[in-house]
């Protein structure tokens, strides 16, 4: 089972998508290409996309997706496996919550972290079961005309959630639930 994203979780992995070219690489292989095709596009011999495109595929980055023979030869066409790439931020150093501020940013920035971590081994552990992760996701921008009200739309939300847990319920399954509110950025021309 393909995803859309893909949280890189081994330091390995990681530093072997960083790399400049390989970025390059991964960006082509959105659609399926051969070295051949590869080095034409980035204008280095074949050899050198050749020894790229291998350590990618060590790495799960790319997978091979088709097989053409041509002028007596086999040409291997590769695509990038996982979509977009995430690097799982406990690589980094391990996420906890450094704060019990429910409006600290750091505490926001670390529950984010967190989500990514668990998400991402969640899926991972699906895909290799070729299951389905039960997951919803609810993003909406709001604005509130007072300070006050951001509170008490957090109170109700929290009442709301007291209201659904149920956890003794017989057969019942646990679910994280993160709610995050932060400002919303200005666009910008970068964006």
């Known amino acids: 089972m393909t995803t859309a994203i893909t949280?890189?979780?081994?330091?390995e992995v990681v530093a072997?998508?960083?790399?400049?070219?390989?970025?390059?690489?991964?960006?082509l292989l959105v659609e399926p290409q051969s070295a051949s095709s590869l080095a034409r596009a980035l204008d280095l011999p074949?050899?050198?996309?050749?020894?790229?495109?291998?350590?990618?595929?060590?790495h799960g980055l790319v997978g091979l997706v088709e097989e053409r023979q041509r002028r007596?030869?086999?040409?291997?066409?590769?695509?990038i496996s996982g979509g977009h790439l995430l690097v799982d931020p406990e690589l980094l150093s391990p996420v906890a919550s450094p704060s019990f501020d429910e409006h600290a940013a750091d505490r926001l920035a670390a529950t984010a972290a967190r989500a990514?971590?668990?998400?991402?081994?969640?899926?991972?552990?699906?895909?290799?079961?070729?299951?389905?992760?039960?997951t919803f996701t609810v993003e909406s921008e709001m604005t509130f005309a007072a300070p006050g009200d951001l509170r008490a739309f957090v109170a109700e939300l929290t009442e709301?959630?007291?209201?659904?847990?149920r956890p003794t319920a017989a057969g019942g399954r646990r679910h994280r639930f993160v709610a995050m509110s932060h400002p919303s950025r200005k666009e910008t021309a970068d964006d």
Request: hydrophobic share 40%.
């Open 46 to 58: 074949r050899q050198k996309v050749n020894y790229h495109l291998r350590e990618l595929e060590r």
């Open 7 to 11: 949280v890189l979780d081994r330091s």
């Open 116 to 134: 990514v971590h668990d998400v991402g081994t969640l899926m991972r552990d699906a895909a290799a079961a070729g299951e389905r992760l039960a």
């Open 72 to 79: 007596g030869l086999t040409e291997r066409f590769y695509r």
């Open 160 to 165: 709301l959630i007291a209201k659904y847990d």
């Open 16 to 27: 072997a998508a960083l790399s400049p070219l390989r970025g390059q690489m991964l960006e």
